[in-house]
């Protein structure tokens, strides 16, 4: 069972890394068998969580036959309706079989409530067809799943993508009265529970209502290549706002994902994922982190041509198999990354905050032992006071997952032959005490 403690997720007394794959529609997209080799491939790629929507993902292929949440009538269109009085129960009895798999594998299923598209007013309602839930049956669908899914000890996301800021996409008002109403009835159900809220992308404000109640923070620095610069500065904006409990980028750039206002049409690659993930974690979101990779949280699938994606998104996706998916290397690399930070920094490090610079991407961060700079393109360094006392220096390529020899002269670090981004270790003196 988790437990928080500081800024860090805890299980059986040892940190809890939380290093999560996003799968939001695997129970809807995926038959029991592929959903264990899919398990098998990610626990061996050093994950510790799935993020997955408990009900249909609206932009997701289309799911298997009968596998619905609710009672439902299917248009022409390619819109749905919903009896939300009428849980199909069959569909949940196949979820905890899947849960029951994770559970095996001793893995933490992140389970969203309550994704957007079923609540008024959110940026998704502007051109979601699917019927939104009443009011009066959030109780009851809430309390039935929370009651029936809190044996497997998981972490509770109330909200899926949504804001809590008025603009010109979205209002607020009906969003935060559905989600207290979400927050209310799960803790009538597991008032122990692991809670957080899905905010939607490159945004971190939440009412302190809600604030005041949740495990631990939740971002997501998201997929406009305008805004990947917020995976470090929402954790330090949280951190100058008096946020003390856990932070984690849940929703870093997909890989493989089309990149969202760029001038040119490009995908995410491993080198961006790698940069974000750096960045925030060393930034002060280092209770872990949630990757993903475009193709697999839609589940597209390519032996099922009949699955085709929904037809109600107002732009064009173009994903990969979700096999295919398995074996992006940006995958190994966050496992690579926990990896790191759980043998230098098992206890944790925080931010240098005079070293951290948004114009070059510079992020660094420290605890009693070591120093740590990540630096998204190999070149020379001044290492300044960052290596007084300092008993060595180690590069490691992030890219090639390798340690290079550094080359360091009056307080130089020159640069290596790194081809993509590094990660400088500096190991300092103990402090007594």
């Given at each position: 069972?988790?437990?928080?403690?500081?800024?860090?997720?805890?299980?059986?007394?040892?940190?809890?890394?939380?290093?999560?794959?996003?799968?939001?529609?695997?129970?809807?997209?995926?038959t029991?068998?592929?959903?264990?080799?899919?398990?098998?491939?990610?626990?061996?790629?050093?994950?510790?969580?799935?993020?997955i929507?408990?009900?249909?993902?609206?932009?997701?292929?289309?799911?298997?036959?009968?596998?619905?949440?609710?009672?439902?009538?299917?248009?022409?269109?390619?819109?749905?309706?919903?009896?939300?009085s009428?849980?199909?129960?069959?569909?949940?009895?196949?979820?905890?079989?899947?849960?029951?798999?994770?559970?095996?594998?001793?893995?933490?299923?992140?389970?969203?409530?309550?994704?957007g598209?079923?609540?008024?007013?959110?940026?998704?309602?502007?051109?979601?067809?699917?019927?939104?839930?009443?009011?009066?049956?959030?109780?009851?669908?809430?309390?039935?799943?929370?009651?029936?899914?809190?044996?497997?000890?998981?972490?509770?996301?109330?909200?899926?993508?949504?804001?809590?800021?008025?603009?010109?996409?979205?209002?607020?008002?009906?969003?935060?009265?559905?989600?207290r109403?979400?927050?209310?009835?799960?803790?009538e159900?597991?008032?122990?529970?692991?809670?957080?809220?899905?905010?939607n992308?490159?945004?971190?404000?939440?009412?302190d209502?809600?604030?005041?109640?949740?495990?631990f923070?939740?971002?997501?620095?998201?997929?406009?290549?305008?805004?990947?610069?917020?995976a470090f500065?929402?954790?330090?904006?949280?951190?100058?706002?008096?946020?003390?409990?856990?932070?984690?980028?849940?929703?870093?750039?997909y890989?493989?994902l089309?990149?969202?206002?760029?001038?040119?049409?490009?995908?995410?690659?491993?080198?961006?994922?790698?940069?974000?993930?750096?960045?925030?974690?060393?930034?002060?979101?280092?209770?872990?982190?949630?990757?993903?990779?475009?193709?697999?949280?839609?589940?597209?699938?390519n032996s099922?041509?009949?699955s085709?994606?929904?037809?109600?998104?107002?732009?064009?996706?173009?994903?990969?198999?979700?096999?295919?998916?398995?074996?992006?290397?940006?995958?190994?690399?966050?496992?690579?990354l926990?990896?790191i930070?759980?043998?230098?920094?098992?206890?944790?490090?925080?931010?240098?905050?005079?070293?951290?610079?948004?114009?070059?991407?510079?992020?660094?961060?420290?605890?009693?032992?070591?120093?740590?700079?990540?630096?998204?393109?190999a070149?020379?360094?001044?290492?300044?006071?960052?290596?007084?006392?300092?008993?060595?220096?180690?590069?490691?390529?992030?890219?090639?997952?390798?340690?290079?020899?550094?080359?360091?002269k009056?307080?130089?670090?020159?640069?290596?032959?790194?081809?993509?981004?590094?990660?400088?270790?500096?190991?300092?003196?103990?402090?007594?005490?």
């Amino acid at each position: 069972m988790l437990t928080v403690n500081g800024k860090y997720l805890y299980k059986d007394g040892q940190r809890f890394f939380y290093l999560a794959d996003t799968c939001w529609s695997a129970f809807t997209n995926l038959t029991l068998p592929d959903w264990k080799f899919y398990l098998d491939t990610r626990k061996a790629q050093g994950y510790t969580a799935i993020q997955i929507n408990l009900l249909r993902q609206y932009d997701s292929s289309c799911p298997f036959k009968g596998r619905e949440p609710f009672a439902v009538v299917e248009h022409d269109d390619g819109s749905y309706e919903y009896d939300f009085s009428k849980i199909n129960t069959s569909y949940f009895d196949n979820v905890e079989k899947m849960l029951e798999q994770m559970n095996e594998r001793d893995m933490v299923p992140s389970l969203v409530l309550l994704w957007g598209n079923f609540v008024p007013d959110t940026w998704m309602s502007h051109f979601v067809k699917n019927n939104t839930i009443p009011f009066e049956h959030i109780r009851s669908y809430i309390q039935y799943v929370v009651n029936r899914f809190k044996k497997f000890n998981p972490i509770w996301f109330i909200s899926g993508d949504v804001g809590f800021v008025d603009n010109e996409n979205q209002r607020c008002e009906a969003a935060i009265k559905y989600y207290r109403e979400v927050l209310e009835s799960a803790k009538e159900v597991d008032p122990d529970g692991i809670y957080t809220f899905h905010i939607n992308g490159e945004s971190y404000e939440l009412p302190d209502e809600f604030k005041k109640q949740i495990s631990f923070f939740s971002y997501q620095s998201g997929h406009a290549q305008t805004g990947q610069n917020t995976a470090f500065i929402i954790p330090q904006k949280l951190r100058k706002s008096g946020y003390e409990g856990p932070i984690v980028d849940a929703e870093i750039c997909y890989e493989g994902l089309q990149k969202m206002h760029s001038q040119y049409p490009e995908r995410y690659s491993a080198f961006e994922v790698r940069k974000a993930a750096w960045r925030a974690v060393l930034a002060g979101a280092d209770m872990g982190v949630g990757y993903g990779a475009f193709g697999l949280w839609p589940l597209k699938d390519n032996s099922r041509p009949e699955s085709k994606l929904a037809k109600l998104l107002p732009f064009k996706l173009m994903p990969y198999d979700w096999r295919q998916c398995l074996q992006f290397r940006g995958a190994n690399d966050m496992g690579f990354l926990k990896n790191i930070v759980l043998k230098y920094a098992p206890n944790g490090f925080s931010p240098i905050e005079n070293v951290c610079d948004e114009n070059s991407g510079i992020v660094a961060a420290e605890n009693d032992n070591y120093k740590f700079i990540y630096l998204p393109m190999a070149q020379d360094f001044e290492l300044k006071d960052l290596a007084d006392h300092a008993k060595s220096v180690k590069i490691i390529d992030l890219k090639n997952r390798t340690f290079v020899e550094p080359q360091i002269k009056e307080d130089t670090l020159y640069m290596p032959f790194v081809v993509e981004d590094m990660l400088v270790i500096i190991e300092t003196e103990k402090k007594n005490g």
